[in-house]
């Protein structure tokens, strides 16, 4: 068992390019969650996948933020026009439900 | 709605002394699922505890927690801190739609 696998695991961006984050949850994980961690903000809920359905994406900025679940062998959390404020660690993370998450290893965001 | 609340964004103590790290809760559901997850420092967060079950204590590397349904608070102990403890701890919560609440952390900083 491999764990959630992001990719990459740094990216740079200059202010007002796109940015595409992958994510590959655990073999027979029904819920994929996507977060976002800063020193200031802590860990930040995006937005969260259940059996590939978008569930809640109550966290997700509503310009420039995009998250979907093709299948589920993998999420990707799309930001368009980056910001410097965007730069953070987006982590993943996969589940069975409303029940322990397990988390990958997150993809440091930078945006020059 | 559900929510989370540490009181504590930062706790120091020396080497030895006991771990209390609080955690009290707000949720309208009757049978919620609560965590612990611990974050060492360029790591991503990683369960520690989980319960379901009122009154019951669980414990896991030495840490150790009990779910009180009665006060709502699901506090984080160890006898006696280690260096290695110094992390982020996050208390979590199962509640609606089966999203995972978290807190806002507390660091824990253990000194020799």
């Known amino acids: 068992n491999a764990g959630v696998i992001q990719t990459p695991r740094h990216k740079v961006t200059g202010k007002g390019q796109e940015a595409t984050l992958w994510c590959e949850p655990i073999?027979?994980?029904?819920?994929v969650f996507w977060y976002r961690q800063t020193i200031v903000q802590g860990l930040e809920f995006l937005t969260y996948?259940?059996?590939?359905?978008?569930?809640?994406d109550s966290g997700m900025p509503k310009e420039r933020f995009s998250a979907q679940m093709p299948n589920q062998s993998h999420s990707t959390l799309k930001i368009q026009s980056t910001q410097p404020q965007d730069s953070a660690v987006y982590l993943c993370?996969?589940?069975?439900?409303?029940?322990?998450?397990?988390f990958g290893p997150g993809t440091r965001l930078t945006v020059l | 709605g559900d929510s989370v609340t540490q009181t504590e964004g930062l706790v120091t103590l020396t080497e030895g002394l006991p771990v209390m790290l609080n955690c009290t809760y707000q949720?309208?559901?009757?049978?919620?699922?609560l965590f612990w997850y611990v974050q060492h420092l360029n790591e991503s967060p990683r369960l520690l505890l989980k319960?379901?079950?009122?009154?019951k204590r669980t414990e896991h590397q030495g840490f150790h927690a009990t779910l009180h349904k009665s006060s709502s608070s699901f506090h984080l102990q160890k006898s006696s801190a280690q260096l290695s403890d110094s992390a982020l701890y996050y208390c979590?919560?199962?509640?609606?739609?089966?999203?995972?609440?978290f807190g806002d952390g507390t660091q824990l900083v253990v000194k020799p």
């Open positions: 996948f259940r059996n590939q359905a978008p569930i809640d």
């Open positions: 949720t309208i559901y009757s049978n919620p699922f």
């Open positions: 073999s027979g994980h029904s819920a």
């Open positions: 979590a919560l199962s509640g609606s739609n089966n999203r995972i609440f």
């Open positions: 993370a996969s589940g069975t439900g409303g029940y322990e998450q397990y």
């Open positions: 319960s379901f079950t009122d009154n």
